[in-house]
């Protein structure tokens, strides 16, 4: 099946890593700060389940194997609170197992809706939909591709590298214009 028939969404910058500690999270909070006047929706999708607490968090919707959390709280230190620290519009935290992704996907647009730019954590998510933008985060003392993402690799839109310095790409080099995200290089 090619990747490219999927259901397009032009409004979703879809960001993936090869592993963790790539700086996914830093990366989506620059691209909030520089388009804080966008009301951007930051989500962070998750095949772990966390251990949450429903007295606290916004639990919008669960099932045996799909948790979707409204974060509305800053500084807890947790990536979707960082994503909301950064001024995104609204932030979900979605943990799904793989197989139910495509409910969980359809369900959280439910919420979030398209009418605002999207900024997703996900690799699995590729599989599914086909975002406007792509991107690949990489570390410098791992460059190999895990196993997950190789069927992936072709339809990256652009591969970031996290060095020592930080990543070799701005958030200026996106453009968030009709609706849809732009690589600017």
């Known amino acids: 099946m090619d990747l490219n028939d999927l259901p397009y969404y032009p409004n979703i910058l879809l960001v993936t890593g090869n592993g963790k500690n790539v700086g996914k999270t830093t990366l989506s909070c620059a691209v909030i700060e520089h388009f804080k006047n966008e009301k951007i929706i930051g989500v962070k999708i998750s095949p772990h389940f966390h251990e949450f607490d429903p007295e606290i968090e916004d639990v919008l919707y669960q099932t045996d194997d799909i948790i979707i959390i409204e ?28 197989h139910n992704l495509q409910e969980a996907f359809d369900k959280l647009m ?11 954590e996900s690799a699995a998510l590729r599989n ?20 997950s993402i190789l069927p992936l690799l072709e339809y990256v839109d652009h591969k970031i590298t996290l060095t020592q310095e930080g990543h070799d790409f701005t958030p200026s080099e996106l453009n968030y214009k009709r609706q849809s995200w732009e690589l600017n290089i």
Do not use: C, Q, W
């Open 128 to 147: 599914i939909i086909k975002p406007s933008v792509f991107l690949l985060l990489t570390h410098i003392d791992r460059p190999k591709p895990k196993e």
């Open 110 to 120: 439910e919420f979030a809706g398209t009418e605002y730019p999207m900024i997703i």
């Open 71 to 98: 974060e509305h709280r800053k500084n807890t230190g947790k990536d979707s609170s960082k994503l909301k620290t950064a001024g995104a519009y609204r932030v979900f935290f979605v943990m799904v197992l793989d």
